[in-house]
């Protein structure tokens, strides 16, 4: 069993707290990793071709930069498992610049958290980045992500 030392705090930049209390980390990729901020348990990497290796558990969504994810379904599942994997791990999302996918994941996380999908983005940009979810067709993916 873990405990709480084995999640984010609030005050760790890029957490964002769903409204159930879970705690996750977006990042930028082309930002360094601050040494001094504990790592993450598990990531997913949300980039247009396979990222680099990382000493925590990972997992990788296809999705190229200012699009959507390549393959849906597994995207869902994969942010599904994060949200689990969230309540008893630090667990961190990101692309690389930490807006755009980034946002977009988050977003959906916020959907699967209760957050209707017409308010996921604000949500989002109210609690992580004002600019979080880039295109049009990124704010319509997180409208129709609760409905699937």
């Not at 190229?64 to 008893?88: G, K, M, Q, S, Y």
């Not at 067709?137 to 699937?148: A, D, L, P, T």
Request: hydrophobic share 35%; glycine share 10%.
């Amino acid at each position: 069993m873990r405990g709480v030392s084995d999640l984010w705090s609030e005050s760790d930049a890029g957490a964002l707290r769903l409204p159930s209390g879970r705690l996750v980390r977006g990042r930028g990729l082309r930002h360094p990793l601050n040494p001094d901020a504990p790592p993450p348990s598990y990531g997913v990497y949300l980039l247009g071709r396979q990222p680099p290796e990382v000493p925590w558990d990972s997992a990788w969504i296809r999705w190229p930069d200012f699009r959507l994810p390549a393959d849906r379904t597994a995207a869902r599942a994969v942010l599904a498992d994060v949200w689990e994997r969230a309540a008893v791990e630090r667990v961190e999302v990101a692309c690389g610049g930490g807006r755009g996918r980034t946002g977009t994941a988050l977003a959906c996380l916020a959907v699967l958290d209760g957050v209707p999908g017409e308010e996921a983005v604000e949500y989002v940009r109210r609690h992580y980045d004002r600019h979080a979810v880039e295109t049009p067709w990124q704010r319509r993916y997180v409208r129709r992500f609760g409905e699937g």
